[in-house]
């Protein structure tokens, strides 16, 4: 058996007897799947959509557009269906700094931790028991109550009072899109089920000897419906790697690995990714140590991954974490040595937990762990209670909402610099949510035709366009010259075409640094004989196939002393077009050849 440091074993004394100080971890928001798509100005992107949802909710979709190039800006419309009620905007530069807002300071059940908090998929957030202060020097209440709030935690309704008593440390998940499972916690080796939103439990699984009566474990439903129980520890002190596996909602279980590569190690924070990826971040193990390691696994916990050995925040335990709808991963509090203040600093990945960045230092809410957090189908992240060295137990209710805009069709999204950007839309009703996600590239990091002018020719001529671009060697380029109008009025003479078109391929070129908007710099050429031409203002259009039209310019023909008729809009040429259906309005540089 290991040894466990003095403040672990008395906390776990004081548990068993009634009187402890401390404990809790909180618990992950749904997934989703990942399909790929492309739409309008979208070079790559793809498809999620949301498995926390009912068959009646809603189904999330959008289309962008980019309305600017300088400075780059979209515009966003709603495309979804299922007569969704809320929509929740991420436009991808989100830094998740605002303010949180105090819901409710002094909630009705007493001050607690080591209480689990979900958000069910119409919005409910439920609080189910944990360990509750009953007052100074006197030992705790190991409560069992369930409360429930309709209204982002503003208001609480209990809704059961004993129904899960005397398991503090156990962990929670829902599952099935609409049950929570409950199971473990201090002298506890079964699994329980709610339907109804924790008003009643059924006992679904008994006598599961392998718990160990572990506490303070990760249990996480993944995107295929399987739920994964991982690490934690034991009743007498042990801390635990084994994973265990359930693929009917908590009825049996299954061990799938005894010992994984990562230490054993209790009172870390998981969360579960849309691709059915585990997260997990921090601990501390049996001898004391806490850590500030993130690790991952892509096949139910099989097998697992060091993505970061020293994730930036300081080593800890009793945080909790929570997976976004724009598959940024949050981290929240916890605490380090016993006895010192816990933390009240947030950070946040968006590369699937390989490296962190501190978002805000002093949020509105104290320094706390044990606290619980759930994310709501608006995409608020809501934060419960918890213990704080300096005040003792806390029953507040915190809520951060970090999306965009809340708007159906938002207003138009301006963004810092050109680049590839996520755009996130959960959509939501009472029945349930969904979020697609697609990437949008803004800005001069686009495709381009750039049309070096040509200059003025007479019948006869015999010429060559020139056009460099970053379209890719081997594309093919239609490019037409002709005439468009054949009078002073501008008006087509009915039956006469002016002109020649022809399909070239884009060659291979070197850099060319006088282009402000290009990355790679091939080209093409066009030649032309203007002996059929007869004298007017010719349009050059250049469009490649599969990606509508880039590159336009002007040119004049003259001959036999006939005039020119200008166009009413100056020569134009294209010095960054956007790769995308909406066109060129508004997208581009005008000069005169």
């Not at 002094?106 to 001050?111: C, F, G, L």
């Not at 398991?167 to 080796?189: C, H, K, M, Q, W």
């Not at 040595?337 to 002093?362: C, E, H, L, M």
Request: hydrophobic share 35%; net charge negative.
């Amino acid at each position: 058996m290991h040894f466990v440091t003095q403040d672990v074993w008395g906390m776990m004394r004081e548990w068993r007897m009634g009187n402890t100080n401390d404990r809790d971890r909180g618990k992950p928001a749904a997934a989703w799947s990942m399909p790929w798509s492309r739409i309008g100005l979208i070079v790559a992107g793809f498809v999620l959509l949301t498995g926390a949802a009912s068959a009646a909710a809603p189904t999330a979709d959008f289309t962008c557009t980019q309305i600017s190039v300088e400075p780059p800006m979209i515009s966003c419309t709603d495309q979804s269906s299922g007569n969704p009620t809320g929509w929740a905007w991420f436009f991808g530069d989100e830094t998740y700094s605002g303010k949180w807002v105090l819901m409710n300071n002094s909630t009705p059940w007493t001050q607690r931790v080591a209480q689990a908090t979900m958000a069910l998929p119409n919005g409910t957030v439920v609080t189910i028991g944990g360990t509750t202060f009953v007052a100074l020097n006197k030992p705790r209440s190991w409560a069992g109550d369930t409360w429930i709030s309709t209204d982002k935690g503003k208001t609480w309704i209990n809704v059961t009072r004993v129904a899960l008593e005397h398991r503090p440390g156990f962990s929670a998940t829902l599952v099935n899109n609409r049950d929570i499972l409950v199971t473990g916690g201090y002298a506890e080796y079964d699994a329980q089920r709610s339907s109804d939103g924790g008003a009643t439990w059924v006992q679904v699984a008994k006598d599961l000897t392998w718990l160990d009566a572990r506490h303070d474990f990760g249990l996480l439903t993944l995107q295929n419906n399987n739920v994964v129980l991982f690490g934690g520890q034991e009743y007498y002190g042990d801390t635990l790697n084994d994973t265990y596996i359930s693929v009917d909602y908590g009825d049996s279980w299954t061990p799938i690995s005894t010992s994984q590569l990562w230490s054993s190690r209790a009172m870390f924070s998981s969360v579960a990714l849309s691709n059915n990826e585990i997260v997990m971040t921090g601990g501390m193990n049996s001898g004391g140590t806490r850590y500030n390691e993130t690790w991952s696994s892509r096949d139910n916990g099989i097998t697992w991954t060091l993505i970061n050995s020293s994730s930036g925040w300081e080593p800890r335990r009793y945080h909790t974490s929570v997976a976004m709808p724009d598959e940024s991963i949050v981290l929240m509090g916890g605490s380090n040595i016993q006895k010192n203040p816990p933390f009240n600093d947030i950070w946040r990945s968006t590369d699937y937990g390989a490296t962190w960045t501190q978002v805000n230092t002093t949020p509105e809410w104290s320094p706390r762990f044990h606290h619980s957090s759930t994310v709501l189908p608006d995409a608020s992240i809501v934060l419960v209670g918890g213990t704080n060295n300096d005040t003792g137990d806390l029953r507040d209710v915190w809520r951060l909402d970090p999306a965009a805009s809340p708007d159906q069709n938002p207003l138009p999204h301006k963004y810092a610099g050109p680049g590839t950007y996520q755009v996130t839309l959960r959509v939501y009703n009472a029945d349930g949510y969904t979020t697609i996600r697609k990437f949008i590239t803004v800005g001069e990091s686009q495709y381009y035709i750039n049309v070096k002018p040509v200059p003025e020719i007479h019948v006869g001529d015999k010429f060559t366009i020139n056009a460099t671009t970053n379209l890719p060697a081997g594309q093919e380029v239609l490019v037409e010259a002709y005439a468009p109008y054949f009078d002073r009025n501008h008006k087509p003479q009915s039956g006469e075409f002016s002109g020649v078109s022809n399909m070239v391929k884009v060659q291979a070129g070197a850099p060319d640094p006088a282009c402000s908007c290009c990355e790679q710099v091939n080209f093409f050429i066009f030649d032309i004989d203007s002996s059929a031409f007869k004298p007017d203002v010719y349009l050059i259009n250049d469009t490649a196939m599969g990606i509508p039209q880039l590159g336009r310019s002007y040119f004049y023909v003259r001959g036999g002393g006939t005039p020119v008729t200008p166009l009413a809009l100056d020569p134009l040429v294209i010095v960054c077009g956007i790769a995308g259906a909406y066109g060129l309005a508004g997208l581009i540089r005008r000069r005169k050849p």
